[in-house]
């Protein structure tokens, strides 16, 4: 009689939007999952909290708490990706995002000697309107100022991006080694998609582009420290550029089907009452 062992795989940032729906995911597939997270002792700037919750592991998903572009971001993806391969780890898939140069040196670090590496390159997530900072926005005050412009982003589902990496981490050698490309399947302004949830929320909400610069005194005025606001003024300026307008395949690649579309996205996230003021 054959002991079938399932693979434990920690996933950092399990309460986080990204971290979250990729240990649903996993343990939907199946996998054992050791959530990562300050809650339960992991801190991606306390070194000391690493080993504990990777060794016995046999592959990490790796999500940096800020930006996979910040400054701080490569060196500490590398040592952690060094010290998880040095504990046994071996399959290490790191969430980035599609379009950021300043994200290359993270995708670098994470391919260390011994790793099966995979960096899934992601669209705009679709849930940054329903979790996070521009919700409250569109919820309480029935805008949202941002500086995205006319450009237009093919804004992904967090479900599909979590799906494809729990394909990446149970597919064996299939995507060691590679860089998956992960959008929605059509394009839209910052605008449309506005109206879109306005549509499925059944309320007006507007949308007001500003320049980056415009928007980095708002975050200011908010308590941003100013390294932060300098950083995001950056890369919402570049990101936003227009660079990202265009779909990639890697969900259907992957998982062999159509991405999610925005409108199911919006429908869903309003019948559970997100944007209800």
């Given at each position: 009689m054959t002991t079938r062992t399932s693979t434990t795989v920690v996933v950092t940032g399990a309460t986080g939007r990204?971290?979250?729906?990729?240990?649903?995911?996993?343990?939907?597939?199946?996998l054992t999952v050791r959530a990562a997270s300050r809650a339960r002792g992991f801190d991606?700037?306390?070194r000391s909290t690493w080993a504990p919750t990777m060794r016995g592991a046999d592959a990490a998903f790796l999500v940096f708490p800020t930006d996979v572009g910040s400054p701080e971001a490569a060196g500490t993806v590398g040592a952690l990706a060094e010290e998880?391969?040095?504990?046994?780890?071996?399959?290490?898939?790191l969430l980035s995002a599609r379009g950021e140069e300043r994200a290359l040196p993270?995708?670098?670090?994470?391919?260390?000697?011994?790793?099966?590496?995979?960096?899934?390159r992601a669209a705009?997530?679709?849930?940054?309107?329903?979790?996070?900072?521009?919700?409250?926005?569109?919820?309480?005050?029935?805008?949202?100022?941002?500086?995205?412009?006319?450009?237009?982003?093919?804004?992904?589902?967090?479900?599909d991006v979590a799906e494809v990496v729990v394909a990446a981490l149970t597919a064996g050698e299939r995507y060691a080694g590679q860089v998956l490309e992960v959008s929605g399947p059509r394009l839209l302004t910052f605008g449309e998609a506005v109206a879109e949830v306005g549509r499925a929320a059944g309320r007006e909400l507007t949308y007001t582009p500003v320049p980056?610069?415009?928007?980095?005194?708002?975050?200011?005025?908010f308590g941003v420290p100013p390294r932060e606001v300098e950083f995001l003024v950056e890369l919402f300026g570049s990101l936003l550029d227009g660079r990202n307008a265009y779909l990639s395949d890697g969900v259907?690649?992957?998982?062999?089907?159509?991405?999610?579309?925005?409108?199911?996205?919006?429908?869903?996230?309003?019948?559970?009452?997100v944007w209800k003021p």
């Amino acid at each position: 009689m054959t002991t079938r062992t399932s693979t434990t795989v920690v996933v950092t940032g399990a309460t986080g939007r990204a971290g979250a729906r990729v240990a649903r995911a996993a343990e939907a597939a199946g996998l054992t999952v050791r959530a990562a997270s300050r809650a339960r002792g992991f801190d991606w700037r306390d070194r000391s909290t690493w080993a504990p919750t990777m060794r016995g592991a046999d592959a990490a998903f790796l999500v940096f708490p800020t930006d996979v572009g910040s400054p701080e971001a490569a060196g500490t993806v590398g040592a952690l990706a060094e010290e998880a391969v040095s504990l046994g780890v071996r399959r290490l898939v790191l969430l980035s995002a599609r379009g950021e140069e300043r994200a290359l040196p993270t995708e670098a670090a994470v391919r260390v000697p011994g790793a099966r590496w995979t960096v899934v390159r992601a669209a705009w997530f679709a849930q940054n309107f329903s979790e996070g900072p521009l919700v409250e926005e569109l919820r309480l005050g029935g805008e949202l100022v941002f500086p995205g412009g006319e450009v237009r982003e093919p804004f992904v589902d967090l479900r599909d991006v979590a799906e494809v990496v729990v394909a990446a981490l149970t597919a064996g050698e299939r995507y060691a080694g590679q860089v998956l490309e992960v959008s929605g399947p059509r394009l839209l302004t910052f605008g449309e998609a506005v109206a879109e949830v306005g549509r499925a929320a059944g309320r007006e909400l507007t949308y007001t582009p500003v320049p980056a610069r415009e928007y980095g005194e708002r975050l200011a005025g908010f308590g941003v420290p100013p390294r932060e606001v300098e950083f995001l003024v950056e890369l919402f300026g570049s990101l936003l550029d227009g660079r990202n307008a265009y779909l990639s395949d890697g969900v259907r690649e992957t998982l062999g089907r159509a991405p999610r579309d925005f409108t199911e996205f919006a429908r869903e996230a309003a019948d559970a009452g997100v944007w209800k003021p």
